[in-house]
């Protein structure tokens, strides 16, 4: 456990801090191009929003995936890490249109689209600059899958996406414009799932949905499926690399592509979570009536998860190897709700001790804030330190 990280050096750093494990980052991005490339036609890109640290962009840049944007920003951090523009999608609900004139003037792979109004939009914009944007309808598939509500996103109910009753009015009103190119479906169902039923019922609804097309002689040339494959947060030491065998082969298993027919994946947490750490030092231990509290020097600011998502993460005292005891974790910030765990077993904890919270690699340095003024933390990758 505490092999893994650079105890020493960590010692002397200002806390808190992310510290991303290049080497096992290296070793997931590997595994994800082995398993996906014993499908024809499966191409991945990396779902910028989970963590956009410009070191480890440049690492996963170079192992050849593409970048999955939701906004402008992420755009230009793809392009400044050195991802081609002909392997950059663009999602997102609310496209403004200096993003939308920016994805133009990349001549980005694609838009993915999730309403007829932000289609007229891009149409008009891309009139303007003479250009064709190519797009891809982002289909709201009504499946539900088997994690948190707020991050569950292919139910009808969710914000995201076109109703399925709608997909084909919408592609005929594309077939008219002159600026846009229709190319295909785009579909993304959730996050942090584990039951490869959600996948394979996912398949289902798009085999059903192709044959409904071709009966009026509309043909797919891409279909994009997101992300959504979940980590074990419960053990990172043991499980560091999700199934990504599992998860392309039900695709291969389930999907029914047609010949010369593309599928594109949105991995962002599989990718980069495993990898990362916050690493906190312990500020006091406070003896409550009830309780003992290891109170650290970081919190929600740093790490929102918890409190936003009541999110799991593994917390290991990388100091000490004293037989365990039990604290409640907390952090600085002045709300109730700044708590990493409660009544969880640590080897005994003092101050100045150094705490991992471990799978932190997504969704963590990304979404950190500066509220009660603090600073930002720093992301360091290995070759860093």
């Known amino acids: 456990m505490k092999g893994i990280f650079p105890i020493e050096k960590f010692s002397q750093m200002e806390t808190p801090f992310y510290y991303y494990d290049t080497e096992l980052l ?20 990396y779902a910028i929003k989970a963590n956009a640290n410009p070191k480890v962009l440049n690492v996963i840049c170079q192992a050849g995936l593409g970048a999955d944007c939701v906004s402008g920003g992420e755009i230009r951090a793809s392009l400044n890490a050195g991802f081609p523009a002909s392997r950059i999608v663009y999602a997102g609900v609310g496209k403004s249109d200096w993003e939308i004139n920016l994805g133009l003037d990349k001549n980005i792979f694609c838009f993915n689209v999730e309403s007829v109004a932000e289609l007229e939009v891009i149409n008009e ?14 289909i709201n598939p009504d499946v539900g899958a088997h994690t948190h509500a707020k ?3 292919g139910l009808a109910e969710n914000k995201f996406g076109i109703a399925m009753r709608d997909m084909e009015a919408a592609i ?19 996050s942090q799932i584990l039951d490869m039923g959600d996948f394979a019922a996912l398949c289902n609804r798009i085999n059903d949905l192709q044959n409904e097309l071709e009966k009026r002689h509309i043909k797919l040339e ?39 027919q593309k599928l594109h994946f949105e991995l962002g947490r599989a990718v980069v979570a495993q990898m990362g750490s916050l690493i906190t030092r312990t500020l006091y231990i406070k003896q409550g009536t009830a309780k003992q509290f290891a109170i650290v020097d970081a919190g929600m600011t740093d790490l929102i998860r918890p409190a936003l998502y009541q999110a799991y993460h593994k917390i290991e005292n990388i100091s000490s190897e004293e037989p365990k005891e ?22 005994k904890t ?22 009660n003024c603090r600073k930002l933390p720093v992301g360091y990758i290995t070759e860093d330190l």
């Open 326 to 347: 039990t604290y409640d974790v907390v952090g600085p910030i002045c709300e109730s709700s700044d708590v990493f765990a409660k009544a969880i077993d640590l080897n």
């Open 222 to 260: 891409h279909i994009n499926v997101g992300g959504g494959l979940g980590i074990d947060y419960q053990h990172p030491n043991r499980v560091p690399i999700p199934d990504f065998k599992a998860f392309f082969d039900t695709y291969a298993r389930h999907l029914k592509l047609r010949p010369g």
């Open 151 to 153: 991050i569950t996103t």
């Open 125 to 138: 914009l891309a009139t303007k600059r003479d250009r064709i944007a190519p797009i891809c309808f982002r």
């Open 350 to 371: 003092h101050r100045g001790d150094l705490l991992a919270l471990r799978s932190a690699g997504a969704y963590g340095e990304i979404m950190a804030s500066q509220y």
């Open 172 to 190: 005929e009103e594309a077939a008219q414009m002159k600026n846009v190119k229709f190319m295909g479906l785009h579909f993304h169902i959730g």
């Open 26 to 45: 290296r070793e997931t991005l590997r595994t994800i191009n082995q398993e996906a490339g014993k499908h024809e036609g499966f191409v991945v890109h």
